[in-house]
């Protein structure tokens, strides 16, 4: 059973920082292009950051300057180095896993890690 396993959420002061981490199990990693997603209450989910197979990445206006990410196919994981949060940040973010083999697509997410930016 595929697993994504997301770490590293918690309360944050603005302006703090914080790292997620999302810990890919029963995929072959390295063929997936990986993202975090986020979702604050009352709105739909967005993407924050993607991070292809190839190396390409693509983040939100938001965020740009600020968060990070980053992957380490050698422990089949996906970071999100977030700076300078904002109260705006707040949301539950969520690491996803998609690709295509051989015509199928194939589209994993984790079970959501929750960041709060608040005095």
């Known amino acids: 059973q595929v697993q994504l396993v997301e770490s590293g959420g918690g309360l944050v002061q603005p302006g703090g920082s914080l790292r997620l981490s999302c810990a890919a199990s029963r995929i072959p990693f390295t063929m997936y292009d990986m993202g975090w997603y986020r979702q604050a209450p009352g709105k739909q989910r967005e993407l924050v950051a993607e991070l292809t197979a190839g190396g390409s990445t693509n983040s939100v206006d938001s965020v740009k300057g600020r968060f990070t990410i980053s992957r380490d196919d050698t422990k089949n994981t996906v970071y999100l180095q977030m700076n300078s949060l904002k109260p705006e940040d707040t949301a539950v973010y969520y690491c996803?896993?998609?690709?295509?083999?051989?015509?199928?697509?194939?589209?994993?997410w984790g079970q959501g890690t929750q960041v709060t930016v608040s005095s």
């Open positions: 996803n896993a998609r690709t295509m083999i051989t015509g199928i697509r194939y589209n994993y």
